[in-house]
């Protein structure tokens, strides 16, 4: 038996699961069940950071992985990440790494803050 | 009491562990004790008033852990071959009150100060009250400056562009059979000591000036003419205004040690290179002994006494709108302890300082029991006064002698130099009268000096756009539209004052230096908001990195690296 | 124009909600925001996990500000940003003056929404003691300076408070290169919802101390160390526990306060339990014609039920008719924390209520139920609650009058 947190909802269910037969108590939901089994096979995590610009009125953008990534693999695409300077004004959602370490997983960013001097006008 | 009687004393104490001699000077106590209460007390035993004789306290500790005083890192040659008139050391209150009254004459001036800032030790610790003396006894040299110094305020504050308040002062006791006692206190330091403006008040008065005070209190001496003030601000004030009138500053500057010849010190070597003054004022604070030392002329030693201060949230002030303390019949020390409940110019309620004795010069730890005892005197000041209240604590330590008084005086075997020591409460109140005295003697000592056609007094301080009219504020912000953009929300502190203050002719271009002179990070959030816009003005101010931004010492900055640097 | 019926202040998510609303419902407002942008604590809070009740995804802070900011942005709802508030007069509705760049402007307006968000706790307000070094921050300061100005502040930090901010800055600092020695926690249970501590904490090998307190900070100018200790169960540290911990970094993360500095001018009361302005459940406060929402009302863990009291609020003033206020408390009893709203008018309709609630200790099926005049309006039992995770519930009052008697209480399972 191992224990686990699910990490899907706010709700943070207490689950059980048997590392045998795979079964699950303590989800109130089935996306609890399949977080348990996914812990016990292939852990995976979203990560957020930010990545260098070359814009002085933002140093840095809110980036995140488009979907979960291999937990062993955080360290590893945080290098990447910490690799790239963006030196464009993109939009949120927009691409910032492809395919990152060939794992089909993008890193986007998740601001518009690059956007912020035509919304706002310079202060 | 004769140096035999002393060591018979200290003998059948200490086992023949120290002894004491003297000269002319100084009674002198050498040896070696196991407590450094025991050295404070052999110490406080040799103090003969008669005798005008000061206590050094040559007794060493078994197994002391000797303190490591901070030193800055810089080592330049900015400073080198310098021939000022005049150098100051210490950049407290006594040291740029000197500097300023003597910028009023043609005189090449200097002052260094080890620390990032001015006002960074004692100066900034400390309650800030303009005292009414009321308290001390004739004879002292604190005594003698504390009235005259009070009186002068009105000017200084106006010249120097630095808030200021008379609120008075309220010593209050709880016993009714203290009235005839207290009339006695009252009439005796209004009539010989000079106080003319202490008077005793009942209840009723008392209740009907501050209405949250003790019920219980009885009596009153009551002091109107005390008055508070923000010492850091003042002490940069009157480095500012001096630096106005051809001064110079240098902060980040230690003095390593000093050259004498025939009893004139000739060479001050300091980590920016080698001073040649004419003439040294020793206003080093805690540190004036050591100075003192330095210099041959080491007949007093300083015993630090450690001061803890807490500071409530601006929603506490309306409890009180004077400064008020609960005396206790049982008789105090000659020194005060546990402090008082202050409104303070920028209207928080400063609660304390109390007082211990510390072994080191730089002791700036706070703890948990000067809280508590703090608590505890002051929540029977004020009612209603809560804990939760405070918003901060901070601690300072009092340059004390073992005489209690200050020493203003030309050095003993020394003949270029002239000590400011000893200075402690109310130092702050009389430092505007012993720097007038001061300035007369170092100019007579230089000789021919003549005073300027050209002096300003008047400092142009920054505007506080949140004590403006809205009218006054609009016409500001129209001028310049940073005033408008507030960074600090606790204490309504705009972009345009922070740039001023980085461009005041001292500035100081930390995290610590716009705090002291404008208050972001004073007020209840301190500064979880506002650090990181502070410190983006100031890297777009010097042209450098917000990493490389410092909160006080040079090495002190904010960031190690940046997101994406190698570790 | 400077006349709105409507002024929110605060652009974060209960302002930016609540104008989205008030728009959809045809009142004119204005939002004044003294930040740079809009967005509130979300623009630094690039973290994801925003979201999941509203938009059924998991977005980043910005992500989720920015839904709405775009809103605003497209529906050309009046906004200004640098904008102080110094004063508010009250003379035929409100009259609020703000520090701009461009000067000092002066709006009026009927309602005035207060949505400023909530502040941290300090270092000092925990009684953390020392001399004041450099390298003691709280959780969002450390936030702001990592994820907005991308500077990382130090090598080795200790984080003391388990609040899901610190959590969330754990996991940060860990994925920037920062080392986290450990989590120290005063009580005896974690403060941050169950699922930071497993993908912040344990994801990361950081360990959680439970029990344990930062007494003091030790180095200056620059931290060296702090000194930890044990508590006993009355949080009194243990003699003889002191541990010694190398570090540059010092975080603390010990809680929130609601930000009600402006509603405390104008006369609005705040509640001892929740700390926020109180209100009735049309969430306006005692002063008629002044609203609270998000975090100024109490401090929310989602930000999806900021949003929500943003929205309600819109509505409220959309259905507001100007009949004489009656208010009256709700009288809590048993294991609460706190609840919010606190009172209700009873002269207004008050069906289908958003109420929220935290319990004061960890229950198990623990009952929950709104009694008016001693008569059950709603029951529910709750396998769990913890005082870290806020509930929501919908209350369905009826017909009630000034000497009506209604009481909510948490029972403990017996």
């Not at chain 1, 930010?50 to 360290?75: A, G, M, N, Q, W």
């Not at chain 2, 931004?549 to 900055?557: A, G, M, N, Q």
């Not at chain 3, 936030?143 to 984080?159: A, E, F, T």
């Not at chain 3, 206020?325 to 309709?349: F, S, T």
Request: hydrophobic content about 35%.
């Amino acid at each position: 038996m191992k224990e686990l947190t699910c990490i899907v909802c706010p709700n943070g269910c207490e689950l059980t699961i048997d590392e045998k037969t795979l079964e699950v108590k303590g989800n109130k939901c089935p996306r609890g069940a399949d977080f348990a089994v996914n812990e016990l096979k292939a852990p995976s995590r979203t990560i957020s950071s930010t990545v260098k610009t070359s814009f002085k009125d933002v140093p840095v953008l809110p980036v995140r992985v488009s979907k979960e990534i291999p937990k062993e693999k955080i360290f590893e695409v945080m290098k990447e990440i910490n690799r790239v300077t963006v030196d464009k004004r993109i939009k949120s959602g927009d691409v910032v790494i492809a395919n990152v370490l060939g794992l089909n997983v993008d890193v986007i960013a998740t601001s518009d803050i690059l956007l912020n001097e035509e919304h706002y006008g310079k202060h | 009491m004769k140096i035999n009687k002393l060591n018979e004393k200290l003998n059948s104490l200490y086992n023949g562990k120290v002894s004491a001699k003297e000269d002319e000077y100084s009674i002198i106590l050498t040896g070696e004790l196991e407590s450094y209460d025991d050295i404070l007390n052999a110490c406080n035993m040799a103090v003969d008033k008669k005798s005008h004789k000061y206590v050094v306290n040559n007794i060493k500790l078994l197994n002391e852990v000797k303190e490591k005083i901070r030193i800055p890192s810089i080592n330049d040659k900015s400073l080198d071959n310098a021939h000022p008139d005049v150098l100051v050391i210490g950049g407290g209150i006594s040291g740029t009150s000197i500097l300023r009254e003597l910028s009023r004459y043609d005189l090449d001036l200097l002052l260094v100060d080890k620390e990032c800032d001015l006002a960074n030790q004692a100066s900034s610790r400390n309650d800030g009250e303009i005292h009414p003396g009321v308290d001390l006894k004739k004879g002292s040299l604190k005594q003698s400056y504390v009235v005259r110094g009070n009186r002068m305020y009105d000017r200084i504050a106006k010249e120097l562009y630095v808030p200021f308040r008379r609120i008075g002062q309220y010593a209050a006791f709880c016993e009714w059979w203290m009235f005839l006692p207290l009339l006695f206190v009252v009439l005796e330091r209004k009539y010989i000591c000079g106080v003319d403006d202490t008077r005793l008040v009942g209840r009723r008065t008392l209740r009907k000036l501050d209405s949250r005070l003790n019920h219980k209190f009885t009596w009153a001496i009551s002091n109107p003419m005390s008055g508070v003030i923000s010492p850091y601000e003042l002490t940069i004030a009157f480095g500012e205004n001096a630096v106005q009138n051809g001064a110079k500053v240098s902060l980040n500057t230690y003095v390593e040690s000093m050259d004498l010849k025939d009893g004139v010190i000739e060479c001050v070597h300091t980590n920016r290179g080698n001073i040649y003054p004419k003439l040294v004022i020793n206003a080093a604070g805690v540190f004036a002994d050591d100075v003192a030392e330095m210099a041959h002329d080491r007949f007093y030693s300083i015993h630090p006494r450690k001061g803890t201060i807490a500071i409530t949230d601006k929603k506490a002030n309306y409890l009180i709108n004077t400064i008020s303390s609960v005396q206790s019949v049982k008789k105090n020390k000659n020194h005060t302890k546990g402090g008082g409940t202050i409104r303070t110019v920028h209207d928080n309620l400063l609660l304390g300082p109390d007082a211990v004795e510390t072994r080191y010069k730089e002791n700036f730890d706070t703890q948990r029991n000067s809280i508590d005892n703090i608590m505890a005197k002051q929540t029977n000041t004020v009612e209603g006064l809560k804990r939760s209240d405070i918003i901060t604590y901070f601690a300072g330590v009092r340059a004390a002698t073992f005489e209690e008084d200050f020493i203003l005086s030309k050095g003993k075997r020394t003949k270029n130099l002239i000590h400011v020591a000893g200075i402690q409460s109310p130092g702050l109140t009389t430092a505007p009268a012993v720097a007038l005295d001061i300035s007369k003697m170092a100019v007579e000592m230089l000789g021919d000096v003549k005073e300027k056609t050209d002096f300003n007094p008047y400092r142009k301080g920054i505007p506080h756009i949140n004590e403006m009219s809205l009218e006054e504020r609009d016409a500001y912000i129209k001028k310049n539209p940073d005033y408008g953009k507030i960074i600090c929300r606790c204490e309504e502190i705009s972009k345009g004052e922070i740039i001023d203050a980085l461009n005041s002719n001292i500035p100081v271009e930390t995290i610590d230096g716009i705090k002291r002179r404008l208050r972001p990070g004073m007020g209840r959030c301190q500064g979880t908001f506002c650090m990181p816009l502070v410190a983006k003005i100031i890297a777009e101010h010097k042209g450098i990195e917000i990493k490389d931004v410092c909160k006080s010492d040079e090495d002190t900055k904010i960031g190690i690296r940046n997101k994406g640097e190698n570790e | 124009m400077n006349n709105y019926n409507t002024i929110v202040i605060g652009g974060g998510p209960a302002g930016l909600a609540c104008a989205v609303k008030l728009h959809k419902n045809n009142v004119s407002c204005l939002i004044i925001e003294r930040e740079q942008y809009l967005g509130g604590i979300l623009k630094q809070c690039i973290h994801d996990g925003f979201g999941l009740q509203r938009f059924k995804e998991k977005l980043s802070g910005p992500e989720y500000a920015e839904r709405f900011v775009n809103e605003v942005f497209e529906l050309n709802i009046p906004f200004i940003v640098n904008a102080f508030v110094v004063s508010i007069e009250k003379k035929d509705g409100y009259t609020i003056n703000v520090s701009t760049v461009e000067g000092i402007k002066t709006y009026t307006c009927e309602n005035l929404v207060l949505a400023t968000g909530c502040r941290e706790r300090t270092s000092k307000q925990v009684e953390i003691h020392g001399s004041r070094p450099k390298g003691v921050y709280t959780a969002g300061a450390v936030q702001h300076l990592v994820n907005v100005d991308g500077v990382i502040p130090c090598k080795k930090c200790v984080i003391l408070g388990s609040g899901d901010i610190g959590l969330i800055m754990a996991r940060r600092l860990t994925l920037e290169g920062v080392k986290v020695e450990a989590v120290y926690e005063i009580m005896p249970n974690p403060s941050g919802l169950k699922r930071n501590i497993y993908q912040c904490l344990v994801d990361y090998d950081i360990p959680l101390y439970l029990s344990h307190t930062v007494k003091r900070t030790i180095g200056y100018p620059n931290l060296e160390a702090v000194e930890v200790m044990e508590v006993d169960e009355k949080l009194k540290p243990i003699e003889g526990t002191e541990k010694i911990i190398e570090c540059d970094c010092l975080i603390v993360s010990v809680g929130l306060i609601p930000e009600n500095e402006l509603a405390g001018r104008i006369g609005v009361l705040s509640d001892a339990r929740a700390k926020g302005a109180r209100c009735d459940l049309d969430f306006e406060t005692n002063v008629e014609h002044v609203y609270t929402c998000g975090n100024a009302t109490h401090v929310n863990d989602l930000v999806d039920y900021v949003s929500e009291s943003g929205e309600v609020v819109a509505d409220a003033i959309r259905d507001r008719n100007d009949s004489e206020r009656k208010l009256i408390d709700i009288e809590v009893k048993g294991r609460c924390a706190y609840l919010v709203p606190e009172m209700i008018d009873v002269n207004k309709k008050n069906n289908k209520r958003v109420m929220y609630f935290r319990s004061n200790k960890i229950l198990k099926n623990a009952t929950v139920t709104m009694k008016v005049d001693d008569k059950e309006i709603l029951r529910r039992v709750y396998a769990n609650l913890r005082p870290p995770e806020m509930e929501r519930i919908v209350v369905d009052y009826p017909e009630l009058s000034e000497n009506s008697k209604v009481v909510f209480e948490i029972e403990e399972a017996k």
